[in-house]
């Protein structure tokens, strides 16, 4: 029963810790999200009014929709790499299944006579 009790507090602990990570960068990605575009919708509101009496004013909404892509293709990657790199959920959990099973087998095949 203790080793169950165990399990429970680990358990806990780990959906804490996962908790934190996932809010952690909720919050963070809102937050940038959100300042990224106010600054990015000035930035190409003055770059249009700087060019909207020229003939390039085409070609610099083109290369700004260019930026656009590659900047989110960069994110794209960025993402999955920060994805890839998260621990586990319930990592603590099985990583002491995997010793208390060995311990639990051997208690089990043991002969208790001997």
Sequence with gaps: ??????YADLVGLDLQRTQREVMAQVVATAIV??????????????????????????AAIAWMAGVFVVVAIGALIFRARVA?????????????????KVILERMLSSDPES
């Design 84 to 100: 890839r790199q998260r621990s586990p959920m319930f990592a603590d959990v099985q990583r002491e299944w995997q010793e208390d």
């Design 1 to 6: 029963m203790r080793h169950i009790g165990a």
């Design 33 to 58: 999200a959100i300042c990224i575009l106010f600054a990015l919708f000035l930035v190409c509101m003055g770059v249009i009014a700087y060019t909207w009496n020229t003939p390039y004013r085409v």
